[in-house]
């Protein structure tokens, strides 16, 4: 009785909670490392299946274009608008195009296109994968004598890996041009006195860690959807924790590594 009576309590609760929480979170720890370590493993046997890698670059990057180009763009427009009439005014205009284009270049480019492709991809991804392992689809792969690492890891993460660059270079590229037509329609800023003043303060090596960070939040990504929809288990109740699962760790884990690429290459 006495037993019972503290397992009814709040602060159990509370306890059993925090402790679940732990017990989730080192294990998917724990998956990340042992499936990415296969992964890679494969990486080096160069064992690709290019016709899946090509299907998986188009879904990644033609999928997800549409939404990442709005996203990227209408932060781009809010941001010009916002700051394009204050700083005329104050006889900033100059530094318009140059403050845009770093907030696109350095983080808003590459995190909007992240956030974009989680929504639209990986999520995707998890779900397609738990369905799988949920009908036991995977088991019928394993029994088959396929790797399923190879089959269902391999063309996702390499496709994560060549299609993220192209979707930021493009993204970022229709922010900037989108944040000149808000500051010009905003505050008459003229295009070429934008235009001056991005290209006066946008440097190469903005754009080289941009496309290292693309490249490192698309493995990222297809990764953890990858192994989160693998892991999964419990039906169709199952299929939803695995994608949502999916969904929150990689939205933690590319805040997690821009603030690492910031404090790297800005600090």
Not at 173 to 194: D, E, N, Q, T
Request: glycine content about 8%; some cysteine.
């Amino acid at each position: 009785m006495r037993d019972f009576s503290i397992k009814s309590t709040i602060t159990y609760k509370v306890y059993r909670y925090i402790i679940l929480l732990i017990e989730e979170f080192v294990s998917t720890i724990g998956n990340i490392v042992i499936y990415g370590r296969e992964l890679f493993r494969l990486f080096f046997k160069l064992e690709f299946d290019w016709k899946s890698i090509v299907e998986q670059c188009a879904r990644f990057g033609v999928s997800s274009l549409p939404i990442t180009l709005s996203i990227v763009g209408m932060t781009s427009v809010i941001v010009a608008m916002q700051v394009a009439g204050e700083m005329v005014k104050q006889g900033a205009g100059n530094y318009v195009g140059l403050l845009v284009a770093m907030l696109i270049v350095r983080e808003a480019g590459v995190i909007m296109s992240g956030f974009a492709i989680i929504f639209m991809i990986g999520s995707s991804m998890a779900s397609e994968i738990a369905t799988m392992r949920v009908t036991e689809q995977i088991d019928a792969i394993i029994v088959s004598k396929v790797n399923p690492i190879r089959y269902l890891f391999v063309p996702r993460v390499v496709s994560g890996v060549l299609m993220m660059p192209p979707v930021m270079i493009v993204a970022s590229l229709v922010g900037i041009i989108s944040g000149g037509v808000a500051a010009h329609l905003a505050s008459g800023l003229s295009y070429r006195a934008y235009f001056e003043s991005v290209w006066s303060g946008l440097y190469m090596k903005d754009m080289n860690v941009a496309i290292l960070k693309s490249v490192v939040f698309g493995f990222t990504i297809a990764l953890i959807s990858c192994v989160c929809g693998y892991t999964a288990e419990g039906g169709a109740r199952g299929v939803g924790i695995a994608t949502t699962k999916a969904v929150v760790w990689s939205f933690v884990a590319i805040v997690l590594w821009d603030l690492l690429f910031s404090i790297v290459f800005f600090f």
